[in-house]
């Protein structure tokens, strides 16, 4: 044996060998068999989920892009549209200039919604009589949508609808109402009806995001979110105070304005900035705006999504999208509206009128 | 039948139980007749008891895994060595350890400091670099010629002897005495 090696023999021998006993060693086999199986099991887990990734990027790529749907140019602030008993719709200018938009004589004992198409051409309304009174059951009853350009006044469902918070979809070709405690989808004439699952609360009222995807809902004076294909994935309850109604996106979809007794209010859709915008009674003396009072549609935005218009009774009070500016239009006396409904006209027929 | 079928499989032929049993014996003297040394080889070569003996552990492991055929051997300890320092030199071992040592599963060996102040063999490996000790090691401790440790580690029988000469003149500085 070498010098060097019996140096280093007394140099390894300072190290005191731990106790290692064969079951140590047994255990560590089977903790190592262990481990090799998860890992395995790991990576057939991650060769899987590529595989899917790949073939769903293949699948995607193989497919013409699904063509986007045709993008409607901003819009102009046309004239208010107004409704109520007895009215049929009138077009009401924010200087005070009214015009009959639809006269349906003795039909028109109640319209009780209505909602222009995003591009101004098409007006849905609901004409109904659900107070018992004489017209109701009167075959022209429903819900209705008339054609500017050619006059045509069609049904698109019969019946009788006590404020069915009309909408139309962002591409104008469906509209949403709301039926006994619950949303419905038609197409714009009426066909392929559906019904949005909602949670288990009755719906007073219900407004189409601008980007389709989800609905803002009035129900029992509390506002929620919902996925607007009813697969009930998130609602988000919104912190919107009690008597909430009327709830309305912005066109930007960036806020929902309601009113809280006589009280305007923006929301964020996530619910987490709240604005009160404007007490009424500063504008309106005697504004009838109690937690009982108020209906589905009474709120609406401009479509260039810079001014909030509110019918409180007999009147409409038009304000800047922060709250500023609140005046109310000229009131009819003999007229009580239930709600309003903001005409979008394209820009270069009108400028934006200034409050 | 079926308990039959599981009788059958649960218990093995008379002749199969003793050749595991035989074999497990003769692996359980093997490993209680080298376990000390390659853990204090691993030391010298490591610097760190605990990585020494996760390695020891290792290399066990492997050849009981295979002692069908490493029990027949002439020299089952040369296979232990070189599973051993395989093992030390897998780039994946040295990942796991470096991840290990940073969240703090692989400890520090504080007794190290202590044993460098009483032997200067252990002092004089320091400096060197992991492979360097364990090519020393091989030679000076383990009895290996440099061409046996060359192919352990993967280096050239030269850069064994470069290795191991350097080791040498280092060891003879730090005693003062004449160490060929």
């Known amino acids: ?52 990734f790949v073939g769903s990027s293949l699948l995607r790529s193989s497919q013409p892009a699904p063509a986007e749907p045709a993008p409607i140019a901003p819009m102009a602030n046309g004239p208010l549209t107004v409704y109520g008993f007895t009215g049929g719709l009138r077009s009401l ?18 319209t009780s919604s209505a909602a222009w198409s995003p591009d101004g051409s098409r007006v849905a309304f609901a004409v109904a009589c659900s107070g018992g009174c004489g017209s109701a059951g009167d075959p022209y009853h429903g819900i209705r949508v008339l054609d500017l350009a050619t006059g045509e006044d069609r049904l698109v469902v019969g019946g009788e609808f006590f404020e069915p918070s009309l909408d139309w979809s962002a591409d104008g070709s469906r509209i949403s109402y709301v039926h006994d405690g619950h949303i419905h989808i038609i197409d714009a004439d009426g066909s392929n009806p559906t019904q949005v699952s909602t949670p288990r609360v009755a719906v007073d009222a219900a407004d189409w995001s601008p980007d389709g995807t989800r609905f803002v809902l009035a129900s029992g004076g509390a506002l929620s979110v919902i996925e607007a294909d009813g697969s009930d994935r998130t609602r988000v309850v919104l912190p919107a105070g009690p008597h909430a109604l009327s709830p309305q996106w912005s066109p930007d979809g960036a806020q929902i304005a309601y009113r809280s007794g006589c009280i305007v209010w923006t929301i964020s859709p996530n619910g987490e900035q709240r604005s009160r915008i404007v007490d009424l009674r500063t504008v309106l003396l005697r504004a009838a705006c109690g937690a009982n009072y108020g209906s589905s549609d009474e709120l609406a935005w401009s479509p260039d999504g810079r001014f909030i218009a509110v019918i409180v009774g007999r009147d409409a009070v038009v304000m800047n999208a922060d709250g500023k500016g609140a005046r109310a239009l000229p009131a009819h006396p003999r007229s009580s509206w239930f709600g309003l409904t903001w005409q979008p006209i394209p820009p270069a027929i009108q400028p934006p009128p200034e409050t | 039948m079926a308990n039959d079928r599981t009788l059958h499989l649960a218990s093995k032929p008379p002749e199969a139980e003793t050749l595991a049993e035989e074999r497990l014996l003769d692996f359980e003297v093997f490993f209680d007749r080298e376990k000390a040394r390659l ?29 069908d055929r490493v029990g027949a051997m002439d020299d089952p300890s040369g296979y232990l060595y070189r599973t051993a320092m395989n093992a030390f030199r897998s780039w994946r071992r040295r990942s796991a350890l470096a991840a290990k040592r940073t969240i703090g599963l692989m400890r520090a060996d504080d007794a190290i400091a202590m044993i460098d102040e009483q032997d200067a063999v252990v002092r004089s490996l320091q400096p060197l670099s992991a492979r360097q000790r364990a090519a020393v090691v091989l030679i000076d401790l383990l009895g290996y010629s440099s061409e046996e440790a060359g192919r352990m580690l993967g280096i050239r029988a030269s850069t064994v002897r470069t290795y191991a000469e350097r080791a040498h003149r280092d060891l003879k500085a730090r005693m003062g005495g004449p160490h060929e």
């Open chain 1, 1 to 52: 044996m070498s010098e060097h090696t019996k140096l280093f023999e007394r140099a390894a021998a300072r190290f005191e060998p731990p106790d290692l006993p064969m079951e140590d060693l047994l255990e560590r086999q089977d903790r190592k068999r262990r481990d090799r199986r998860i890992a395995a099991g790991a990576l057939g887990l991650a060769v899987g989920l590529a595989a899917i």
């Open chain 2, 39 to 67: 853990f204090r080889a691993l030391c010298l070569v490591t610097r760190n008891r605990f990585e020494a003996e996760e390695l020891t552990q290792d290399a066990f492991l492997s050849v009981y895994e295979r002692w």
């Open chain 1, 93 to 110: 200018t924010l200087d005070g200039q009214r015009t009959r938009l639809v006269r349906c004589g003795e039909h028109c004992t109640e």
